[in-house]
């Protein structure tokens, strides 16, 4: 029996159904449904035998479903709907019991939670791997100098280790997010029925250990409504995206002939259709480009959440393809980098020559007044002088002679000529955090205790 009278309208289907995008969740659907008819055997609903009867039949609607053998007919308006009506084909009306003491409302929560814990953690393995290897390489290139910038104008001279290490720093405070996202799903919606309870006691602390949650949600209206976890792992994927984005977009300069720092490898790489001399760092250019398609779902989710009445709402259907777009280009976007970076190689000469601009080292020339007690103000004014004095001349900083280092005491000359010496300016600095070599070695420190902390 039906409560209509009429048959579904066609186009009432396909807007409504959504069966072709939640199969994605039948393996947590199904992990859900084996952990509630364990539950049900403890509330007396199950009998031993039937409890086999319906975990059997679950086993092989698992492999039919992950082996692509499952038959979705027309009418599987979800894939809670379609699980059950298998099941039922496969063990009859015994079948129909498994939806005792639940609601589509609660099940679909509880599988998008198991969803999200478990690619909160495949985020944070896929980050692991990007923090090794840009400890690798950072490790491998301590000592290339290579210009840093501000304004994209070359501003001071960093190691290229220092520079890898600091999306080791973005990447690292990415997984505290993710490990915050999957902690966000800690509480389990099953047990909440439709929005109101269940007319069922059921082992709800229970069925939470089965299912690996840490506690039962506290209000079943915010249970069955509640999406925050989803909101919670598609902001730190909107952040590790545009980390991302930021890490292909340096590499995208980088390779350009104008820069000419790097070179992906040829397997990560394409040519031109037309062009034959064309070698192009697409990947690194699609980190760039995927991104803004993830921080669009962070704010779809957020839309179809805006000013939604308590409990649920068929809008909160919607809260599935955005979620399953984000992981998956966030997820092949993370893996695609870390081995993108694994075959870049730098051009140590094209970088030393970059970085050995001398006018990169004119902080550097202030500081060595100061040390002579002249205010920094007025030491920067006068290096502001020599830098305009050499531009003039089309000399180097270092090729100035006496007559034309107007206002710098005699006696700090030849300390301002040495320092300009190869690697004075990096080495200078000594800061913590710093790029000079001893900080930096304590940054790679840092950086491998970390990485085996998030491990721990
Ligand atoms: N397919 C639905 C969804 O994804 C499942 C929940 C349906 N609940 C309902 N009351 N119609 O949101």
Known sequence: MSRFAEEQDPLFRRINA???????????????????????????????????????????????????????RDDDEDIHMAVERRLTEIVGPLGGKI??????????????????????????????????????????????????????????????GH??????????????????????????????????????????????????????????????SNRDFALDYLYAASACAMHLSRLGGEIVLWSSQEFGFCEPSDSFASGSSIMPQKKNPDAAELLRGKAPRVSASLASLLGTMHALPLAYSKDMQEDKEPLFDAIDTLEVCLAAATRMLSGLS??????????????????????????????????????????RTAVGAGKQLSELEDSEM?????????????????????????????TSSARLAEQLEAARGALSGIRG
């Open 406 to 434: 107007d206002g710098v005491p005699e006696d700090a000359r030849g300390r301002l000529r040495d320092s300009l010496r190869e690697g004075g300016t990096l080495e200078a600095k000594i800061s913590a955090g710093g």
């Open 18 to 72: 959504s069966i072709s995008f939640d199969r994605r969740l039948a393996p947590f659907d199904i992990e859900q449904s084996r952990a509630h008819a364990r539950a049900l055997r403890r509330l007396g609903v199950l009998d031993e035998a039937e409890l086999a009867t319906l975990l059997e039949a679950l086993d092989s609607v698992a492999s039919e479903l992950a082996e692509e053998r499952f038959e979705f």
């Open 346 to 387: 730098f051009d140590r000469e094209r970088l030393a020559e970059a970085s050995a601009d001398e006018f990169l080292a004119a902080t550097d020339l202030a500081d060595v007044l100061v040390a002579d007690g002249v205010p920094f103000r007025e030491a920067h004014g006068i290096v502001a002088g020599l830098v």
């Open 163 to 224: 520079h890898l290490l600091a999306y080791f720093w973005m990447f690292l405070r990415d997984a505290r997010r993710f490990h915050q996202a999957a902690e966000a799903t800690a509480e389990m919606p099953a047990g909440s029925g439709a929005l109101a309870g269940l007319n069922w006691d059921l082992d709800r602390d229970g069925l939470a250990a089965d299912l690996g949650f840490a506690r039962p949600a506290t209000n079943s209206l915010d249970a069955v």
């Open 99 to 160: 939806h005792t003491a639940r609601s589509r409302n609660d099940q679909v929560a509880t599988d998008l939670a198991l969803l999200v814990r478990a690619h909160s953690a495949r985020a944070i393995a896929l980050l692991e791997e990007l923090m090794e290897a840009l400890v690798g390489m950072a490790e491998a290139h301590r000592d290339w100098p290579i210009p840093a910038y501000t304004h994209l104008q070359r501003a001071q001279p960093v190691y290229l």
